[in-house]
């Protein structure tokens, strides 16, 4: 069973920087896929950005438009920690956001929620204009 675990989330005003953690447990992902989506009041829930690596090599960073410039996913395999970092932040960025792991690569994008088997429990991010 794999555990992962949010951290990172707050109020911050527009332009401002978060870091979001992803702590898994349970499981070495020494060859994963994982990912951020994120879920808005009201709206459906939204990739965000995935990292693909296998051993000590990433293979690919992705991200949806609305973030590009702004967002880096990196990982750290000696913590089995995932991070979003969050640049130049805009009140649109609000939601709640979630990480989640896949257990198998089922498409050349890994952009649907469905492609991810373990899901974190959100952490809350507002973004103030």
């Known amino acids: 069973q794999v555990q992962l675990v949010e951290s990172g989330g707050g109020l911050v005003q527009a332009g401002g920087s978060l870091r979001l953690s992803c702590a898994a447990s349970g499981r070495t992902f020494s060859s994963a896929n994982m990912g951020w989506f994120r879920q808005a009041p009201g709206k459906e829930s939204e990739f965000v950005a995935r990292?693909?690596?296998?051993?000590?090599?990433?293979?690919?960073?992705d991200y949806t438009d609305s973030v590009k410039g702004r967002f880096t996913i990196s990982r750290d395999n000696a913590k089995n920690t995932i991070y979003l970092e969050m640049n130049s932040l805009k009140p649109e960025d609000t939601a709640v956001y979630y990480c989640?792991?896949?257990?198998?690569?089922?498409?050349?994008?890994?952009?649907?929620?469905?492609?991810?088997?373990?899901w974190g429990q959100g952490t809350q991010v507002t973004v103030s204009s």
């Open positions: 989640a792991a896949a257990s198998r690569i089922t498409s050349a994008t890994m952009r649907r929620s469905v492609e991810y088997d373990y």
């Open positions: 990292i693909r690596w296998s051993g000590g090599i990433t293979y690919s960073a």
